[in-house]
């Protein structure tokens, strides 16, 4: 097996650094893994081979010069197309996007090559983000390593099959309501989605700029502690992110967990959750309780109105966000007799159906005739949601649950029925609506084999009680060490 396969990022870190294995063998191994097999996964829209193997033959330079080369030193990572990356298209999935090449990186981007790690590639999505399964991209469905005749979730469902498909030993992603955590859920792997705000935003393709957030994903919450020490902090070009303290994310990880309380909110182990994946939480819980956490009964009783309160929340900012792509500027461009046209020709070529079904119901609930009641209402709404958080978080340090109803669903199947896609994030829009971190670990697999989610929610900033319980859980377990045969 390869460098990346085998390997935690801290790791191979170690390994390059002492010399056992090099940059450019990480990075070869990637850009082969990708060339063998991307055509069955299609967890890439596009590479970033000759960039990636300058910066690997610097970093090299630079350790043979007794130069620290990063915390990250030499790993390839893949990054979400939604994510700008000077001199590569960054398409958002989208048609409209095809041939757009940012003239600047993300932040995170910039803070992931200072700190050594090398952009293997751009990663598929649902277009714009607007998805849970990455049917809604317009270049291609992304599979699931475990079983390619199921998705891989979404949005970020590249960035999952990635590192699942083990083309990468970790990946970026954005969460807008669940597309970090789904799709890690999904693949076997661990998802953060990071307190709004703890990460800076400025790059990111903007879908519903106050659930929108990005993070890290990797086989490990360990894996996911080094990457968050990189990517968090204050950002100067982002005026929502935080100013809040970063702490050491690595440090709290030996911690024991005795003594922590962990809530099981009652509405989300409820009907309509699948008998295996209710299993499968309740053994987690079960370890967590062994390991000397106190297991307490929570209520989240506006949950319910969770996926409702977010289809309006969210439409309505994506269709603020996205009247930017008319044609003019950096989008694709059709032609018309007149200006007017020329937006409605470009904007119904280039917009795919869910993209343009969300800016219709968002525009429609912020029409003047309109009075702006749905989304009115639906802040309201947000903020009972918000506020049962606060009331849970007074009494328990973190929360459990399941990531998602099921297990990886086939592809097509939900194609025809929005709704039924819709509810794939029953148990992770709230974290978004109320700006709380999250984060997915494996738990189990399925009778037919697909990997199954843990998800444990903290109050806001304490990502570091998310990693270290993740860190202590998998210490127990051996899920997150899987892999999907190729």
């Not at 970090?180 to 076997?188: E, M």
């Amino acid at each position: 097996m390869t460098d990346t396969e085998t390997n935690s990022i801290q790791s191979l870190v170690a390994r390059i650094k002492s010399g056992e294995t090099s940059p450019i063998a990480c990075v070869v191994d990637s850009i082969n893994q990708i060339r063998q097999r991307n055509d069955d996964l299609f967890a890439f829209i596009s590479d970033c081979e000759a960039d990636a193997l300058a910066q690997a033959t610097e970093l090299e330079s630079a350790i043979k010069s007794g130069t620290d080369p990063g915390p990250l030193a030499g790993v390839p990572i893949a990054i979400k197309d939604g994510i700008c990356t000077r001199g590569h298209t960054t398409t958002a999935g989208s048609k409209m996007l095809e041939t757009f090449v940012p003239p600047y990186d993300a932040t995170i981007v910039t803070r992931l090559k200072q700190a050594g790690a090398i952009c293997i590639g751009k990663t598929n999505l649902d277009e714009f983000a607007m998805g849970s399964s990455t049917e809604n991209s317009a270049f291609g469905t992304s599979k699931n390593p475990w079983s390619t005749d199921c998705v891989a979730g979404g949005s970020s469902g590249g960035s999952a099959a990635a590192v699942s498909g083990l083309f990468a030993p970790a990946a970026i992603g954005s969460d807008t309501g669940g597309s970090i955590r789904q799709p890690a859920s999904f693949c076997g792997i661990t998802g953060l989605k990071p307190t709004y705000g703890r990460v800076s935003r400025y790059g990111l393709m903007a879908f519903a700029s106050s659930l929108d957030q990005i993070g890290p994903m990797a086989w490990s919450a360990q894996d996911n502690a080094l990457l968050m020490n990189v990517l968090a902090g204050h950002d100067e070009k982002d005026s929502t992110s935080s100013r809040e303290p970063v702490p050491d994310y690595l440090a709290s990880l030996p911690q024991p967990i005795r003594g922590l309380r962990i809530g099981i909110c009652e509405q989300h182990m409820a009907e309509g959750l699948d008998d295996e994946v209710r299993k499968s939480v309740a053994d987690a819980i079960g370890l967590l309780q062994d390991l000397g956490a106190e297991i307490k009964n929570v209520s989240l009783p506006h949950s319910q109105y969770a996926v409702a309160t977010y289809y309006v929340v969210a439409p309505c900012e994506a269709s603020s966000n996205l009247s930017r792509y008319d044609g003019v500027r950096y989008t694709a461009r059709e032609s018309a007799d007149d200006l007017k046209a020329m937006y409605s020709k470009t904007r119904k070529s280039n917009f795919g159906e869910e993209v343009t079904r969300r800016i219709l119901l968002g525009t429609y609930s912020l029409s003047s005739g309109y009075d702006h009641e749905l989304y009115k209402k639906a802040s309201k709404v947000r903020r009972l949601i918000k506020q049962d958080y606060d009331n849970a978080f007074a009494d328990v340090d973190l929360i459990a649950g399941p990531t998602v109803p099921t297990t990886a669903f086939k592809i097509g199947q939900h194609a025809q029925d929005p709704l039924a896609m819709y509810l794939a994030d029953i148990y992770t829009a709230s974290a978004n609506l109320a700006g709380i971190p999250a984060i997915s670990l494996p738990c189990g697999f399925s009778a037919g084999g697909l990997p199954i989610g843990l998800q444990l929610q903290a109050n806001m900033f304490d990502e570091a009680k998310l990693l270290q319980t993740g860190h202590q859980y998998q210490t127990q377990t051996d899920w997150h060490t899987r892999r999907p045969q190729p």
